[in-house]
Each structure stands twice: as structure tokens, then as C-alpha cells.
């Protein structure tokens, strides 16, 4: 069985990733009026100011990458403007939930899997640029 087939078999992605910063334009994003609403009605949280960013490498990560492009998600409509967004529930270092999000665009870097939660994950697990996080994606 290859590691594709392996995964995708599985309704829960178990990941690790390095914790690395991100652009800084998460925070303002996941302020906007509508983006909070539309994660409060599809996710069941408000999101923290800002995401947490993960590197992924790896055939494991290039699997997932593949059994969630073809998984439905959960899909955050935009306003006009801005791009859509596939999300998947997770499970940050054992114990935070929140979510993965994809954003809808070309461009969007293959060794990232960026999150967002109801509290800051880097702080709640103590957590620096290059530390390992284990993730778990629901699928």
C-alpha cells in the first residue's frame, strides 16, 4: 500500500511540521468583519488575531496534500475581493484546536499548512521558529 493510499484511508491526518513566521498579514485578515463571521458560522470559533505557520516537507505531507484536495472541506466564501478558503478542523500539539486553511489561489506555497484558532497556538505551547508541532487534520 503506498503512502497515498495509507492516508487517504484515514479520516484523522497525523503531521508534524516546523513552526516558522509567516508574511504578518494574517492578522489583519483574520480581523476583517466578514471573515470573523464566517469562521464563527463554518469552524464555531472567533479566530485570534493572526495564524500559526507550519514548513511541511516530505512524502507524508505530499500525500495529505493530495487525500485533502480531494476532500470537500469546509468552505469559507468570500466577499468580493478576496478568495475563497478550504478549511479542515485540527488539532494543534495534542491539545488546541482551530483550523487548517487553504487559501484559493495559485500562488499558495506547497510547504505551508497555516492555521488559525481561537487563542494565539504559538504562545499556548511555547512554541519558536524551527520547533516541530505535531498537527492532527480531520478530514
Known sequence: MTVTERIAEADTLLLTGEA????????????????????????????????????MSGAEWEAARAVMAGKPGIIIAPEAGFCAAKCFHVV??????????????????????????????????????????AVSVVC
Open 20 to 55: 516558522c513566521s509567516g508574511f504578518g498579514e494574517g492578522a489583519g485578515f483574520t480581523q476583517l468583519a466578514w471573515v470573523r463571521r464566517a469562521f464563527l458560522a463554518r469552524l464555531g470559533f472567533a479566530p485570534y488575531p493572526g495564524t500559526f505557520n507550519l514548513r
Open 92 to 133: 494543534i500539539g495534542g491539545r488546541i484546536t482551530g483550523a487548517a486553511v487553504f487559501p484559493e489561489v495559485s500562488d499558495y506555497p506547497v510547504d505551508k499548512l497555516e492555521v488559525i484558532s481561537a487563542v494565539s497556538v504559538r504562545q499556548a505551547l511555547g512554541v519558536k521558529d524551527g520547533d516541530p508541532v
